[in-house]
Every structure is written in C-alpha cells, then in structure tokens.
C-alpha cells in the first residue's frame, strides 16, 4: 500500500469503531454531560464530524481559514444516523481530496497554523486528523462508563 493509501485505511478505521460507539449510545443519554461546562455525547459526535470539514478546507487552504462558516452550526442536535448522514458528503470529499494527494505532497505542502502553534506538512497534518477523533471516542467511551451505559466492544 502506498502512504496514501494507509492514510485513508487509517481514517476510514479510525470512523469505523466511532461509529460503533456513537451508535450504541442510548437515545436517552444523547444529551448526557459529565458536568456543566462538558460536551454532551451528541455534541461531542458533532465536534469530531465538524471538525473533520475545517480541517479538510485548512489543508485546501494550506493554512487556518480566516472565517469558517460552518454547515453543521444551525443544525439542530437529532440523532447520531442524522449527525452522519449530513456529513457524509463532506467526509467522502476530504477522502476523494485526499486521494489526489502524491506521496511527494505528503512532505512538500505544509499546512501553516501558526496561530494555533504549529507548521505541519501534509502527511502529519493527515495523520493528526483520525488522531483527534480517536481520542474524542476514547472520551466518550468513559462518558459512557460514567454515566452507567455499557460500553460496546470497539476491538475486533
């Protein structure tokens, strides 16, 4: 495989078991935060799917949007199969986006958000991204824990 190619394996596993965690999460518990100033589950689902499309347009852009207006922000919160669904096409793009990319343009293009603390090429910038939603799903699998809710096996 190519390192395009273990990229895109690696997002397309990494949304796999969130989405076996997201979707065993019990309607009832959607809305649940461990404390005020928390995420709740539904949110947190939201921030991953979000944040996934700013990324995708940071790395178009080769740096921090100036603005970003959000598709997902005057949603209302539903459900997880509704959360999907509408980033479904945003998710495909950045993967067919993805797809375009050389094993060259992993290491030339540098993606620069200074603003935030960072210049990354592409290739790491690439792998950062299924990183963050990783650790939102661990997040949400001790939101679970603590809220009593058995947890679904994510390692198969």
Known sequence: MSSIEWIIFNIEEVRRRSTNVWRSIPEDKLHWRPDAEAMSMLEMIRHVLESEHYYHLAIKNKGSLDAFDSPFESRPYTNVE???????????????????????????????????????????????????????????????????????????
């Open 82 to 156: 509704d959360e999907l669904a509408f980033a479904a096409g945003y998710h495909e793009a950045f993967l067919e986006s993805i797809r375009s990319y050389t094993e060259e343009d992993l290491k030339e293009i540098s993606i620069d958000r200074s603003e935030s603390g960072y210049v990354r090429d592409l290739g790491d910038m690439l792998l950062r991204i299924p990183y963050h939603e990783a650790v939102h799903t661990g997040q949400l699998l001790d939101y679970l824990r603590t809220a009593g809710v058995n947890r679904v096996r994510i390692w198969d």
